[in-house]
């Protein structure tokens, strides 16, 4: 499926999950690797505000991507950000979401609305 890229300069993302590796298998406890470079994936959370909404999203990075200085409920920038749908079925059930994936994630500061009266 086609990757939609994510235009994040409007919304203000926070870091609710710290990273951790990407469970590939969950009875072997194998991690996910990127399928082209090999190098091992980290999954985290984040809120996603924009526009007076918000969204709990679940994102993948390469661990070379996960920078220093990520504190949780700080203000974070990912990087390269894209959505990619996908549907399966499992135990005879069909599933679809949306993915998320991105080259990387470090902190940022929060985005200032117009100044103190």
């Known amino acids: 499926m ?4 994510v235009e994040t300069s409007g919304a203000t993302i926070l870091l609710t999950e710290a990273p ?4 590939k298998d969950r009875k072997t406890g ?5 399928a082209q470079s090999g190098e091992a ?8 505000i924009e526009g007076g909404e918000s969204s709990l999203v ?16 700080s ?8 959505a990619r749908p996908w549907e399966s079925v499992f135990n005879g059930q069909q599933r679809h979401g949306i993915a998320y994936r991105a080259e990387a994630i470090a902190p ?7 100044s103190a009266a």
């Open 108 to 114: 940022a500061a929060l985005p200032v609305h117009g």
């Open 20 to 23: 951790e590796p990407k469970v």
């Open 2 to 5: 086609r990757s939609i890229r």
């Open 75 to 82: 203000p974070v920038t990912l990087i390269g950000l894209v």
């Open 58 to 73: 679940q994102v993948t990075v390469p661990e070379s991507g996960v920078t220093d200085g990520l504190i949780l409920g």
């Open 30 to 34: 194998e991690i996910a690797k990127d």
């Open 41 to 48: 994936l980290m999954r985290l959370g984040v809120v996603y």
